[in-house]
């Protein structure tokens, strides 16, 4: 029981790193950007190029995912997202999912459409024993990566300048601009923060979920559930939700396998009966 414990909480941060970077951009920039799996994607696939053809550490082929995909979200957000803040939602839902198709496309013609394997550095691999509970090193370590990017997120959205200018420019812009903030910087920033997250995510979810062409589509479910159960006014809610989604995930496919996935669709439809807005919302309050 704790095993699976551990499994989930461990699932569940790693859901959290794959979508708090579409939180941040849904709640903080009232930004639908449906494309955020095309991002996480773009990590994974670094890592694998990396590592599989120049043999470069893994351990820096994290960073390396981060940065790259947040390079590629700068661009894409000066090019083509920042024309899109002012339009309708249903607009930004067919723009971004235009671009998921499009990033599946070009995957699939450059890498093939097999699945991507990478090889874990020896201390990552296995398991080992602590007071009666199974402990997975690779899960291990994503736990202690996550709960630092939980802390820095929450405090650099909370604590730092920066976070009070996001905030400030989202609420409202044209005052913001009156203040001296660049928003248009700021929004940059911000948005390469979440692509780099994703792309992080992505890298660290190859050995876990598989890495595709169709990886886009094929958890860009979760990270709505994610975001949706958690709230977007804040790292915290969507945090929980990715515990409260991983556990009853992998403690479900455990105990009841015959019900697949069912069980993480039933528990945000429990969540959203009793709180329609999410966990932590500004509408639940």
């Known amino acids: 029981m704790l095993t699976i414990l551990f499994d989930g909480i461990a699932y569940g941060m790693l ?20 494309a955020h799996g ?9 890592t694998v190029v990396m590592m599989n053809r120049y043999g470069i550490s893994f351990y820096w082929c994290l960073p390396a995912a981060f940065l790259v995909t947040a390079l590629i979200g700068v661009v894409l957000e000066r090019t083509l997202y920042q024309r899109l803040y ?9 723009f971004s999912i235009g671009l998921v198709f499009m990033s599946i496309a070009a995957v699939d013609y450059l890498m093939g459409g097999q699945q991507q394997l990478i090889n874990l550095p020896p201390e990552l691999n296995g398991r080992f024993e602590f007071l009666g ?12 990566i996550c709960a630092v990017l939980v802390v820095a997120l929450q405090l650099a959205l909370t604590r730092t300048r920066i976070g009070s200018q996001l905030r400030a420019a989202v609420d409202d812009g044209r005052v913001a601009r009156g203040l001296g903030i660049n928003v248009s910087v700021i929004f940059a920033l911000t948005f390469a923060l979440g692509s780099g997250l994703a792309g992080l995510g992505g890298a660290l979810g190859t050995e876990l979920l598989g890495l595709d062409p169709n990886f886009p589509l094929q ?22 939700a990715a515990i409260l989604l991983g556990v009853a995930d992998v403690a479900g496919k455990y105990y009841v ?6 069980i993480i669709y039933g528990v945000m439809i429990l969540v959203l009966i009793i709180r329609p807005h999410g966990l932590f919302s500004r509408g639940s309050r």
Do not use: K
């Open 86 to 94: 002012a339009s309708p939602h249903l607009d930004q839902v067919l």
């Open 15 to 34: 859901l959290f790193v794959l979508a708090c970077g579409l939180s941040i951009t849904l709640g903080l920039m009232n930004f639908i950007n449906l």
């Open 257 to 262: 396998p015959q019900l697949g996935a069912f």
């Open 38 to 46: 095309a991002f996480a994607m773009a990590g994974g696939y670094v």
């Open 133 to 144: 509970i199974g402990i997975g090193r690779y899960r291990l370590f994503i736990i202690a």
């Open 219 to 240: 958890f860009l479910i979760y990270f709505m559930i994610v975001v949706t159960v958690g709230g977007t006014s804040s790292i915290t809610g969507p945090f929980l």
